[in-house]
């Protein structure tokens, strides 16, 4: 499975922005897909992700409320609306799929295919 994020970029705190996540090759249809985040001197962490059936989605509680994750398995894209944003939302932005039927969910180890992030700034 290959990955291609887009859509960062700045905007003002309450702004909003949409990401989007492409992948080709592999068993996208299968996989759940999920959004990370690495800010500036910290450690990635788990943003949201979405089981392949749709039936299953969560987010990390820092963004609960402001983000929304979908994907459409035609189209083979999975997509993060991020509204409200904050400034400490400001993080390069990576999408990432399990790569087929996956138990996981939460952390890095389950997803064995990345893409090459997308930085968000928000300016305060």
């Known amino acids: 499975v290959q990955l291609q994020a887009s859509g960062g970029g700045l905007v003002q705190a309450g702004g909003s922005l949409r990401l989007s996540c492409a992948a080709s090759g592999g068993t996208f249809s299968r996989s759940t897909m999920g959004w990370f985040r690495q800010a500036p001197g910290k450690e990635r962490e788990f943003v949201s992700a979405i089981r392949w059936t749709g039936g299953r989605f969560d987010y990390a509680d820092s963004v609960e409320g402001r983000f929304t994750i979908s994907r459409d398995n035609a189209k083979g894209t999975v997509d993060l609306q991020m509204n409200s944003l904050k400034p400490e939302d400001t993080a390069v932005y990576y999408c990432?799929?399990?790569?087929?039927?996956?138990?996981?969910?939460?952390?890095?180890?389950?997803?064995?295919?990345w893409g090459q992030g997308t930085l968000v700034t928000v300016s305060s």
């Open positions: 990432a799929a399990t790569g087929g039927y996956s138990a996981g969910f939460y952390s890095e180890s389950d997803y064995n295919y």
